[in-house]
């Protein structure tokens, strides 16, 4: 017969490890769908170079809802979300959704811009690029993960956010309601 004391220390050590594991703990990135405490979107002042676009800013997308992906082109997790963000832009553009892809490097060979033009152009991407290769923008957001996708409520605070691959009709139902189509 289990012991209490071995029962709660079983429990308090369960605990901790839930509150220091990555993704779990208070302050970390939430599953999509998970309320999160609205903060000012931070600007893209980082980003070295633009592709598919002039250098945008926040005040520029005031009154937009605007979804923010951090990606780099050699990570898988991120090519396989990169068609789901594309699809949320062609359909819902023309209903005031700006995306922003903010490739962020992990490796030095993805801090090449030709090379990133030339995957840019492979992968389809239509959406505006930000390349963010001394990892201010995503320092500004406080990421750290690869992919990871941040909604922008017409008022420029953070409202959502999810990391990783999946829950792309989440995903989707949030931008509707944002952009009053739910």
Excluded at 11 to 20: H, Q, R, V, Y
Aim: a negative charge.
């Amino acid at each position: 017969m289990l012991s209490l004391r071995y029962v709660a220390a079983t429990l308090f050590l369960t605990a901790a490890l839930f509150a220091a594991w990555p993704g779990t703990g208070i302050g970390s990135i939430v599953n999509a769908g998970t309320p999160v405490a609205q903060a000012p979107a931070p600007d893209f002042d980082g980003a070295t170079r633009w592709f598919n676009s002039s250098p945008l800013s926040m005040d520029q997308l005031k009154g937009k809802v605007v979804l923010v992906e951090f990606w780099t082109r050699e990570c898988i997790n991120c090519l396989h979300v990169l068609p789901h963000t594309e699809g949320l832009y062609e359909r819902y553009a023309g209903d005031g959704l700006v995306v922003v892809g903010v490739h962020t490097p992990e490796y030095d060979e993805e801090r090449d811009p030709s090379a990133l033009k030339a995957a840019i152009k492979r992968l389809g991407i239509t959406y505006p690029v930000a390349m963010d290769n001394e990892q201010r923008v995503w320092s500004a957001y406080g990421n750290q993960f690869w992919p990871a996708i941040y909604l922008i409520d017409r008022n420029g605070q953070v409202v959502y956010r999810h990391a990783g691959e999946g829950n792309y009709e989440q995903t989707e139902a949030a931008v509707r309601k944002l952009l009053g189509k739910a």
